[in-house]
């Protein structure tokens, strides 16, 4: 069923997701972490109730995983809560002091809030530990055989004609009204517009 929360989560149903959390404890199954970082995922992405999920993590029967803090951050970026975003991050850094994506996270949250010395000291920070975000990699299994994409790799057999569905896909989204949001993104501490 933690699954089914997380699945919940990411495609932004936040109502069935704590639906199916309150039928667990109906049903007497104990949660784990899994179970926890859905239902924050759906919580924070769905309603924005950002206050509520941190109260919610301080109410946990078990110390909150580096993964519940981290869907937890991802919220606060969701939703540019700067003041629950360092919190978070705070925690966060204390169980994972080597996770450049906290960093990052919270280089875009106060860049995207206007705190710009900020999101730069942290860049700085990330710099000076050594620490660099690992490249996005999806994956899909097709025909019985997966297939690895990583982002700027080109490596792929059918590369070229990936590329150009892509761009095409992009080009009829844009036609439709589609704006990615994306305002501010931190990569390699160079802010990109």
């Not at 925690?91 to 002091?97: D, G, I, N």
């Not at 906290?102 to 710099?127: D, F, P, Q, V």
Request: glycine share 10%.
């Amino acid at each position: 069923m933690e699954w089914k929360i997380a699945a919940y989560a990411h495609h932004g149903c936040g109502g069935e997701a704590i639906n199916l959390f309150k039928e667990m404890q109906n049903l007497g199954i104990k949660p784990n972490d899994v179970t926890y970082v859905g239902l924050l995922a759906a919580c924070s992405h769905a309603a924005g109730r950002v206050k509520e999920a941190f109260d919610f993590i301080q109410r946990l029967p078990i110390e909150p995983s580096g993964s519940v803090w981290g869907a937890f951050l991802a919220g606060c970026n969701v939703h540019r809560n700067t003041n629950m975003g360092k919190l978070a991050a705070k925690r966060l850094l204390e169980l994972e002091p080597e996770n450049a994506g906290t960093y990052m996270l919270l280089s875009n949250i106060c860049a995207s809030s206007g705190k710009w010395r900020e999101a730069a000291k942290l860049s700085l920070k990330m710099k000076d530990k050594g620490l660099k975000k690992q490249p996005g990699c999806s994956w899909i299994d097709v025909g019985n055989k997966v297939h690895v994409f990583v982002v700027g790799d080109k490596s792929h057999s059918k590369a070229n004609l990936i590329y150009s569905l892509i761009r095409d896909l992009h080009v009829k989204m844009k036609k439709v009204g589609y704006v990615s949001d994306n305002d501010f993104t931190m990569e390699e501490g160079f802010l990109v517009t």
